[in-house]
């Protein structure tokens, strides 16, 4: 077996992703970056700031989104997927299919002016489903690269034929209707994977009444209605009447912790909370948040001086429970619970408090194409369906394959700073691995 | 003075600026400017098309200096620096004027002032590169050997990592043996092997790999240079050694709780590593067993959370139970910190176990009972409301990591930060946890903050990425943004030195035999602070100096004068 | 300042927020008054006082200075040194008649596209106001 190979694959595009990336193209690898989407940021670039520096997300992602995209050693493939694997590590021989954005990529100046003319609006997925895009679009502002997507499955003319008004305006000439889908094969030395999470549907817990009670949303959704560049420009407008609200209740562990859905404990959702609470304070100084709470997890460095400035400059008020029941109709979702932290003397009895928003903070779930990708590369999972580190002390980022590490929260829910720690660490798992004639060999 | 041929490319960009500003006129009206010889309009100036365009003028004409008037140089800067190059032009001769997001695509509805505007964007953006300089990137040679501070579970890590990409590694350690804190724990959370499981093989690994040198006993006592140029002293070896990059792995130590909970005046009041000591020789025969977490943390003294001793409670916990069943263990905590997988797995494992977790509120905190030596706890059970008194045989105190005591002083010779705590602080908080602002200098595991096993063998992980990187790379190339020192004008104030977040400007003799400042434009940053701060000009930035910057001023000014904004 | 009534404002942004910043207010094609001139550099600490006070006194009717909001600098501290330099120089301004709207310092991140056109919407409202009033009399 030889470890000649200096080509490495890193498969989804979010943070780590690209600081593994990074970290291995300065090493002298050459990197393929494989991102399914038609743009690399990830969940990063939906958040709008950042716990607990409060940085504002995107400022900080966007100089390594262009870093990576600009890199010499980098291959960026976005909108591609990884359809199958076969090898061993030094000479893993991996197909990715490269989607058809029909836009060619080296044409397009992504000015825009297809956007402005197509008639066709879609859910916008980046924004949760909170507002419209075009079938012609770029996923948000600062994608990278800057080049637009027709989504085939929403667009006129591949549904019905017809339209093509994107193409009058592109002074490039870089609509492509008749673009196909191209299959490369690669041969890499070792494989990084990186791809991410997804949000847990709530509406499987109906207590809590997603979808069904005015005014409750999810973690997420509040954090694009808060960012200055999401749907509403950071007004956060309660979905019913579009007023800001006065009370705004967080519920954490939704789906978390629960042996009904998932036992485990997501992590990142307590100091998730607090940023939005802090952040819904910066917006609007009256406005008086709640979190309902089971551990305040607040581990990492500088977190509990982050909470502490929480309660004491914002006023949050944290109350030990897990809510039993949301109700409402008249747009005021009412929150049900008991404390249990209790002072001497206190009474015990079941609660109610009337907010005006609910903010439910969902599990957080390994990314819908994990299982997938798992089986593609004859990966292990755990009983929570994130890769399966066997060594998690001495070989935190090795899986169960050698030559295949994982990094971020698809190995075990993590915060920013440990999924960027981990995707540095994969990269130099990777650096002494693929060391041609190395004579020591026990990695 | 050479003459200056000044070539100006204004782009349409399809219609975003074209449909907007009259690029035309404004290609006229660049045309005549002074010291400008070739002036057009591009459709596409980042095009293929575009950038041929430019390479073929700048031969043509002869042209020194190239202005491209089109969008923002946060995206193509390089791009039309490269093109200059290709075309035997120094990159650092061009400059980029925003006509695109700061103009047509602001006043879209106001085509004749952004037309306008963009002429005045344009005649500063020629009058700066009037005064523009030929720079050369500094590359600076990195030596490929790296020093690695601290020979815990940690540092070990790191050293091997390097070593096992051929790159030569000291590493230092101050006690007589390697290993660290994980020598004095006895079972690991949370498959409860034996710390020596995870320990012998690194000890093992560094001392037989020939490209790792080890120093027992020893200390570093001075460091001076910059990144890919350290030198350093170290105790007991007489020559100086030359190293590229430095990395601290010095770790941190248990907080002894002096004059708390009868600790240690009581003999059955211990810490959690104290009593690791004891269950290496097997678990006693103790009945009743209370854990106090959060033991000078989370509170007045100490505002950080310990990250992993909830674990360190719980697996105590559990190897005694396990050991003897019918002993009742308690937890007081404040909160359980067991995220992710597998803690959270543990801790139900942990309560089905039997383990009693009781929740206390740290404004009435648990007494200790009992005159010589603890008997029964006392403490307010807040999820009951009463309080409730808890037979204790054993009292176990959960204190957090705390900062070295040397790590001031080797924060000063590092010239790194610590935070407010006492721990290393990094370069940013999310983005650059294991770098520090200062280049070439590296951090993992407890010294940035407490991490338990899996955190930092992770970082140990990163901060070797890190530290090959210039090192494998064998140079550090430094944008020429950077800034310089006019010696004959240095009054050696020395407020730039005071100024600079990145410790990069020094005062060194100077022929004249004053001391004046000196960059080390390897540590530059190029933010120019140094040069505002300067009293009398001595300090300038390339690219940025006083006098590009005032031209443009000039130029905005003289045109508002003579009528054109 | 000048007999043209339209003003001309210098704005110094900073390579990472604020100039990115008003990349975005681009990007977001948000109309705003065309009087201003953007000069990048690479931190508001690059700014030295004597650069805006020989703008405004080359007739440039106002100057203002756009950073990254405090604990955000790219640099660390570089816009703590410019806040201190701005309130100086403010207080000398003032102190020798010059009206406190034509220097100003704002924090901008490189998401606040919004933002920037609203400051530079303001501000250009502003001065322009004071324009106004300065102007002379009517003849007779």
């Known amino acids: ?443 | 003075m050479p003459r200056r041929r000044i070539g100006v490319f204004v782009c349409h960009c399809g219609n975003n600026i074209g449909g907007v500003v009259r690029v035309p006129e404004v290609v006229e009206y660049a045309r005549r400017l002074p010291n400008v010889v070739y002036a057009e309009g591009s459709l596409y100036a980042c095009s293929e098309e575009g950038l041929s365009s430019i390479r073929e003028k700048i031969t043509a004409y002869g042209l020194n200096r190239v202005v491209v008037a089109s969008c923002t140089p946060r995206t193509h800067e390089t791009l039309f620096r490269n093109a200059c190059e290709e075309a035997g032009l120094n990159r650092y001769l061009f400059e980029f004027v925003n006509i695109r997001e700061h103009c047509s695509w602001i006043h879209m509805r106001a085509p004749d002032q952004a037309t306008e505007k963009a002429k005045s964007l344009i005649k500063m953006g020629v009058a700066k590169s009037y005064h523009l300089e030929p720079q050369e990137e500094l590359e600076s040679e990195v030596y490929p050997e790296a020093l690695v501070i601290g020979a815990g579970v940690t540092g070990m890590t790191a050293a091997l990592n390097l070593a096992h990409q051929g790159l030569k590694v000291h590493l230092v350690e101050r006690e007589k043996e390697l290993g660290g804190l994980l020598s004095e724990v006895n079972k690991l959370f949370p498959t409860h092997r034996d710390a020596k499981e995870i320990l012998d093989p690194l000890v093992e690994g560094v001392k037989n790999h020939s490209l790792v040198t080890i120093y027992l006993g020893s200390e570093v006592e001075g460091v001076e240079g910059f990144i890919g140029n350290f030198k350093v002293r170290i105790t007991k070896v007489e020559e100086e050694i030359k190293v590229g990059t430095i990395i601290v792995a010095t770790g941190a130590r248990e907080l002894k709780p002096i004059g708390q909970y009868g600790y240690p005046a009581m003999a059955n009041v211990l810490t959690q590593l104290e009593l690791e000591e004891r269950l290496k020789e097997g678990v006693d025969e103790w009945q009743s067993v209370v854990m106090i977490n959060c033991v000078g943390a989370r509170g007045a003294d100490r505002s950080y959370c310990g990250r992993f001793c909830c674990h360190t409670a719980m697996k105590n916990a559990i190897l005694i139970k396990e050991g003897n069943p019918a002993a009742k263990i308690y937890i007081l905590h404040q909160d359980v910190m067991a995220s992710g997988v597998e803690a959270e797995r543990y801790y139900r494992g942990a309560m089905e176990l039997g383990v009693r977790f009781i929740r206390y509120d740290p404004t009435n905190p648990p007494q200790i009972l009992g005159e010589r030596q603890a008997e029964e706890i006392k403490v307010y059970h807040a999820l009951i409301g009463r309080e409730v008194i808890l037979p204790a045989q054993l009292v176990v105190l959960t204190t957090p990591l705390v900062p070295q005591a040397d790590n001031e002083r080797l924060s000063k010779m590092l010239k790194v930060p610590l935070g407010s705590e006492g721990f290393f602080l990094e370069a940013h908080l999310k983005l650059r946890p294991v770098e520090f602002a200062t280049d070439g200098v590296y951090l993992c595991g407890s010294a940035r903050h407490p991490s338990d096993i899996r955190e930092s063998v992770s970082q140990a992980y990163a901060a070797s990425a890190k530290a090959a990187i210039p090192m494998r790379e064998g140079v550090v190339r430094v944008e020429a943004i950077t800034a310089f020192s006019q010696e004959r004008l240095c009054n050696g104030c020395g407020n730039c030195l005071l100024v600079c977040p990145f410790g990069a400007v020094e005062l060194k003799d100077c022929e004249r035999g004053a001391q004046v400042a000196w960059v080390s434009v390897a540590q530059c940053k190029g933010c120019g602070c140094c040069v505002a701060a300067c009293p009398n000009g001595a300090m300038q930035q390339r690219g940025f100096s006083d006098q590009q910057l005032m031209i443009m001023i000039e130029a905005l000014a003289e045109g508002v004068s003579s009528g054109l904004r | 300042m000048v007999s043209d009534k339209e003003p001309t404002i210098l704005v110094f942004a900073c390579n990472w927020c604020s100039y990115a910043g008003a990349d975005l207010a681009g990007v977001s094609r948000l109309e705003m008054p065309p009087h201003c001139r953007v000069v990048r550099v690479m931190c508001s600490a690059r700014v030295r006082p004597e650069f805006v006070i020989a703008a405004l006194s080359r007739g440039l009717d106002g100057v203002v200075i756009l950073g990254c909001h405090p604990g955000d600098c790219h640099y660390s501290e570089g816009n703590h040194y410019t806040r201190r330099r701005a309130l100086l120089l403010k207080e000398l301004l003032e102190h020798v008649g010059i009206e406190p709207e034509r220097f100003q310092l704002r924090w901008i991140s490189a998401s606040e596209g919004a933002k920037f056109a609203q400051t530079i919407t303001e501000i250009t409202g502003e001065i322009e106001a004071l324009d106004r009033r300065r102007e002379p009399p009517p003849e007779g």
């Open chain 1, 1 to 443: 077996m030889t470890l000649n190979n200096q080509v490495v694959m890193v498969i989804g595009g979010g943070i780590a992703g690209i600081q593994a990336s990074i970290d291995l193209a300065n090493m002298g690898f050459q990197v393929h970056l494989v991102e399914r989407t038609p743009s690399i940021g990830g969940r990063m670039a939906q958040l709008d700031k950042t716990f607990p520096t409060n940085d504002c997300s995107i400022c900080i992602l966007a100089p390594k989104m262009i870093e990576c995209a600009g890199h010499k050693n980098i291959d960026l493939l976005t909108y591609s997927e990884v359809v199958e694997v076969e090898g061993q590590v030094g000479d893993f021989r991996v197909k990715v299919l490269k989607k058809p954005r029909f836009v060619d990529m080296s044409k397009c100046t992504g000015c825009g002016e297809c956007v402005e003319r197509c008639p066709r609006r879609v859910p916008n997925e980046f924004n949760l489903f909170l507002d419209k895009r075009k079938a012609i679009y770029l996923p948000f502002p600062q994608a990278v690269p800057r080049k637009m997507t027709i989504d085939a499955q929403n667009c006129l003319y591949f549904l019905k034929g017809r339209c093509r008004l994107c193409e009058e305006p592109c002074q490039a000439g870089a609509i492509e209707f008749e673009q196909e889908e191209e299959m490369v094969e690669l041969s890499v030395g070792a494989i990084i994977l990186a791809t991410g999470f997804d949000p847990y549907d709530v509406s499987a817990l109906k207590e809590y009444g997603y979808g069904e009670i005015e005014n409750v949303i999810t973690g997420l959704e509040f954090e694009r209605l808060i960012s200055a560049s999401g749907p509403t420009s950071g007004e956060l407008e309660r979905p019913s009447d579009k007023k800001p609200p006065q009370v705004i209740a967080f519920i954490q562990c939704v789906g978390s912790r629960d042996v009904n859905y998932n036992p485990y404990c997501s992590t990142v959702c307590c100091m998730h909370a607090t940023k939005e609470a802090i952040l819904a304070g910066e917006h609007y100084p009256d406005l008086r948040s709640f979190v309902f709470y089971t551990d305040l997890r607040a581990v990492g460095k500088r977190f509990q001086e982050y909470v502490t400035r929480a309660r004491e400059e914002y006023g949050v008020t944290y109350i030990r429970a897990r809510p039993g029941r949301v109700t409402g109709k008249n747009g005021h979702p009412i929150v049900w619970y008991e404390e249990t932290v209790f002072k001497e003397g206190e009474e015990r009895k079941v609660r109610k408090m009337e907010v005006d928003l609910v903010i439910l903070c969902p599990a957080l779930v390994p990314h819908r194409s994990q299982e997938e990708v798992a089986r593609k590369l004859g990966v292990e999972l755990d009983e929570a369906g994130f890769f399966r580190i066997p060594d998690r002390l001495s070989r935190p980022l090795d899986t169960s394959v050698e030559g295949i590490f994982a990094c971020g929260f698809c190995q075990g829910p993590q915060d920013i700073p440990d999924s960027v720690i981990q995707a540095s660490g994969a990269a130099a798992r990777v650096a002494e691995l693929l060391v041609p004639e190395r004579a020591d060999r026990d990695a």
